[in-house]
């Protein structure tokens, strides 16, 4: 098991930032990979960000340039930095572990579809008004 704890949401006027912290216990492997996903009601869960174990990253197009991923191994802790949010930012989003790694290779890329990742937290909700 993987717990996820995701925090940091809340409702902020657009323009403004927040960051999220996903605190993740348990991941043993060296190969894997974090993600961030998001959820509107009545939509599918869309995929954010994501950062592989050994390095890189991958964002959505309507987040680059306004959101920024990363990780602290020491604090076994995932962020996501987001600035410039919009309305259309508003949503639940949930934190996300491939504890396999295979996402990274996946030939449309490690966001395209949520049943990659083995693992997810409760989520958290991002508001942002007009």
């Known amino acids: 098991q993987v717990p996820l704890v995701e925090s940091g949401g809340g409702s902020v006027q657009a323009g403004g930032s927040l960051r999220l912290s996903c605190v993740a216990s348990g991941i043993t492997s060296s190969d894997y990979v974090m993600g961030w996903f998001r959820q509107v009601p009545g939509k599918e869960r869309e995929g954010v960000a994501s950062i592989y174990s050994k390095g890189g990253t991958v964002y959505a197009d309507s987040v680059k340039g306004r959101f920024t991923i990363s990780k602290d191994n020491a604090k076994n802790t995932l962020y996501l930095q987001m600035g410039s949010l919009k309305p259309e930012d508003t949503a639940m989003y949930y934190c996300?572990?491939?504890?396999?790694?295979?996402?990274?290779?996946?030939?449309?890329?490690?966001?395209?579809?949520?049943?990659?990742?083995?693992?997810w937290g409760q989520g958290t909700q991002v508001t942002v008004s007009s």
């Open positions: 996300a572990a491939d504890t396999y790694g295979g996402s990274w290779y996946f030939k449309r890329g490690p966001l395209a579809t949520s049943d990659l990742y083995n693992y």
